[in-house]
Structure formats: structure tokens, C-alpha cells
């Protein structure tokens, strides 16, 4: 018997120490912080799904999903359908045979009854190897840094309402508080102000309700456990210093989801990642009515250089009669939406700048040594298809309900020798596909 209780407890020993990467037994008190974050997180399954690459999928009821854990949704009446029909124009570039759909690696071990929504457990693991609990699931706070156009030109940005709007290096905090004080079109360049290191196309200039596109993906390289790599789509709406994001696409963040696999994400915020929104469903807010895919799930293939290339087409749209803002995946499949009604100000009319590209984050960023992380495939935007990242099929969608190209779009790059942008045009009549990547580290980008 003593030799049983003793197997035991080193058992209990090795798994205690398992839940910290670096080695650091965490006390007593941070566990039962964690454990109980956990019962808020990890809402009762009616059913759980072992997936082959390790993630444990909750079915969970519609009505008990974290969402409703937000104090402004305590009655909130789900919305299972969008009220609109998106109707695409007439010259939308037919899909290549080369591109393949991909799906969600969980999908081939089980699938979740009606009434249920799949959501990807959070392990005691995942909670420790955040900075804080507070932080968990969060980006970290913008930063303010020189930026680049990487579009040739007179070094204007672009037409917004048919006039040019100049923009020189980013502000930094002691002349924000003015900076927001000017007329919108000088707000821009906040706007475009990440939590790391981006290269997008953009547009603004409207107000916008939708936007999509297909978006080429990839398993990029990420150098260290605090990095991460994405390629997406944001809405954004408000003043620069405290604007409002919607987005989603994939991402490799080995910090959050503790591996290196490429997983389908959304986001939020609402005070340009200070306190509130997070990834998929690690706080509340985003409503989720799809029983077939699960935010943060890993995705099951990627793309090859001069091999096979991989697309997720992913959307998200206003609805105009209940201000929800529907994810999309595919053309068919809607995900969930954000309730901008209840969660949101600026973005609860419309969002008045779209981007579409990558961003990475690191510590490592603007300085030197730079991160070695890579954006899209690792290559620069140049490398073009079958090297480079793309996004395909851009489109915004105003009130018309009408998918179509923006009238007006530019390129924008924060590091041009470690990662860049290229809205390439192979010829007349057809629109434009934005390239994007690069392998941060190198000899330019020392």
C-alpha cells in the first residue's frame, strides 16, 4: 500500500510540474486562480470529441456558451441566421483547381449534436503559460512605430472622400490626445497601428458593413513561445488611440494554443487591445451558432512552396437589421456573430477601414537582433503565387449588399526589409491579389 500511495503522489508531482513550460512550480494560490478561471471557461459538455492532434472538443449547449457570460448579454435572444443575401459582382475571379478548401483536424473524430456549439477546451496548461490571467487570450497593447508606404508614389496615402491625405511617421503618446483631435482623415494612420509588425492592402475612404476574402494558408516559421503569426482580416472603427477591431483568419501562436499548428481565430476589441475582447471564445462576447467549426481549431492542411495551395474564405459581415456582426467561413457556414449592439459603439453603424494581410508579434520587433518569426509562407510578397502568402477575391460590402472590389486600396508595410506588400495585377480586367510575408531576420532586417 505505501508503495502505491507513493507511485501515486509522484505521479501527482510530475503532473503538477507538466503545467510549467519553463520548470516554475506556480503556488498554490495561482492554481486555484487558474482552476477557477477554468470553470468559467470550460462550460459542461454534452458531449466531448478527442481530437487526433490533442484538443479536446466541448459540444456545449447554445444557450450556456461563455457569450452570455458578459453582463450585457445575460438576455440577449440568439440570432441563428443572418437576415441578408450577399450578392457578388460580376467579374469575382473563378477559383483555380490548384486551391483546396481545408477543414478543421477535430472534424474527422466526431461531430456535435444540434443545439450544441464545438468549443475547444482550455487546459490548466494554457491559463499558466499566459502572463496573467488577465492577459489570457489578449494581445498585447498597441505599440506606436515608423511606418512605410510600400507602394510607389508622392508619399500621399490615399483618396479619402476624393481628397489626399498625407501621412508621416506615427505619433507617439504625448501627441495623441491632439492627433485625435483633427479631422478624420488625419486619424488613419492610428488606425492602421498593430499590436506588432504588419503588411496589409486597405481601404477606407466609406463605411463599410462587410468585408471578405480567401485567404492563402500556410504554417509559418514562429521563433519563440511569445511570438506569433497571422494572416487575417480586421474592420476597424473609431479615433486611432482607442479604435474598435473585428477580425479573423489564422494564426500560429504557440502561447495561447500551446503548439505550432496553424488554427482558424477571430478577435475582438473594443479600446484597441487595452482591456477588453480576446481570441475565439477565451472571454465572452463572441455568439456562436455553428455546430461544425470551433474558433481556435487546428486546421488540417496547409500550403507547399510550387506545391498544392490551401484557402480558407473567410467573411465578416453587418447584418443592417440587428447591428450583428456575422463570421463567416466559406461561403455557407456562419460561424457566429459579435453583438455590436450591445458590445460595441463605433463599429455598432459600420467600420470605416478594412485591411487584409498578416501581422506578427514579438518582443522582438523594431529592434535588433529581429525576430526570426516569419509572416505568410516566410517569403517576401514578390515571390508571388506558389511562394508568397496571397489574399484572394478581396471584396468590401456596403449597403447595397453588394460584394465588390474597394474603390480605393493601398499597401502599407511596418518593416519593408523583414516583411512587405504587393497588390500584384497580372492582367487587365482582372482584379488585383494582395501578397504578403517575409521571413523577418535576415540580412536587411539584421
Not at 505521479?11 to 468559467?40: A, F, H, I, Q, W
Not at 492532434?53 to 441563428?80: E, Y
Amino acid at each position: 500500500m505505501a508503495k502505491l500511495i507513493s507511485s501515486l503522489f509522484m505521479v501527482l508531482v510530475l503532473s503538477y510540474l507538466s503545467n510549467r513550460v519553463d520548470g516554475k512550480v506556480p503556488s498554490k494560490e495561482t492554481l486555484e486562480n487558474v482552476d477557477r478561471k477554468l470553470k468559467l471557461l470550460n462550460k459542461p459538455a454534452v458531449k466531448s470529441i478527442q481530437s487526433e492532434d490533442g484538443d479536446i472538443i466541448d459540444c456545449v449547449d447554445i444557450h450556456k456558451q461563455p457569450a452570455f457570460d458578459h453582463p450585457a448579454l445575460r438576455n440577449h435572444v440568439i440570432q441563428m441566421r443572418p437576415s441578408f443575401d450577399l450578392q457578388e459582382d460580376n467579374l469575382s475571379i473563378k477559383k483555380e483547381s490548384s486551391k483546396q478548401v481545408v477543414t478543421q483536424t477535430w472534424q474527422r473524430s466526431g461531430s456535435c449534436p444540434e443545439g450544441t456549439v464545438p468549443i475547444r477546451r482550455m487546459r490548466r496548461q494554457d491559463l499558466l503559460r499566459a502572463t496573467s490571467l488577465e492577459q489570457f487570450g489578449r494581445k498585447p497593447p498597441q505599440v506606436f512605430f515608423p511606418s512605410n508606404r510600400t507602394n510607389q508614389g508622392d508619399g500621399s496615402f490615399s483618396y479619402i472622400n476624393k481628397t489626399k491625405a498625407t501621412l508621416g511617421p506615427n505619433l507617439n503618446r504625448s501627441i495623441r490626445k491632439f492627433y485625435c483631435q483633427l479631422p478624420n482623415a488625419f486619424r488613419v494612420q492610428s488606425l492602421l497601428t498593430t499590436t506588432g509588425t504588419s503588411a496589409f492592402l486597405l481601404t477606407l475612404g466609406y463605411n463599410y458593413i462587410g468585408a471578405k476574402g480567401e485567404i492563402n494558408v500556410w504554417n509559418p516559421n514562429v521563433a519563440s513561445p511569445d511570438d506569433y503569426s497571422t494572416a487575417q482580416i480586421w474592420m476597424k472603427g473609431g479615433p486611432g488611440d482607442d479604435f474598435e477591431s473585428l477580425e479573423s483568419g489564422w494564426v500560429v501562436n504557440p502561447k495561447l494554443y500551446g503548439d505550432k499548428r496553424t488554427r482558424f481565430f477571430a478577435y475582438w476589441t473594443t479600446d484597441a487591445y487595452k482591456k477588453t475582447g480576446c481570441f475565439d471564445l477565451t472571454c465572452s462576447g463572441f455568439v456562436q451558432t455553428s455546430r461544425d467549426f470551433a474558433l481556435g481549431g487546428a486546421i488540417d492542411s496547409w500550403s507547399s512552396k510550387s506545391g498544392r495551395q490551401y484557402y480558407i474564405t473567410v467573411g465578416i459581415y453587418m447584418d443592417p437589421k440587428t447591428s450583428n456582426w456575422w463570421l463567416k467561413y466559406a461561403d455557407d457556414i456562419t460561424v457566429g456573430y459579435w453583438p455590436a449592439g450591445s458590445l460595441m459603439f463605433y463599429l455598432n453603424h459600420s467600420s470605416t477601414l478594412v485591411q487584409w494581410g498578416g501581422e506578427v508579434y514579438s518582443p522582438n520587433v523594431f529592434k535588433t537582433p529581429h525576430t526570426k518569426t516569419a509572416m505568410g509562407s516566410g517569403e517576401f510578397a514578390r515571390g508571388l503565387f506558389g511562394n508568397a502568402c496571397y489574399i484572394n477575391n478581396v471584396r468590401i460590402v456596403d449597403y447595397s449588399l453588394s460584394l465588390k472590389y474597394p474603390e480605393w486600396v493601398d499597401t502599407w508595410s511596418d518593416e519593408d526589409y523583414c516583411y512587405s506588400a504587393y497588390n500584384y495585377i497580372e492582367r487587365y480586367g482582372v482584379y488585383p491579389v494582395i501578397y504578403f510575408g517575409g521571413p523577418g531576420q535576415n540580412h536587411l532586417c539584421p
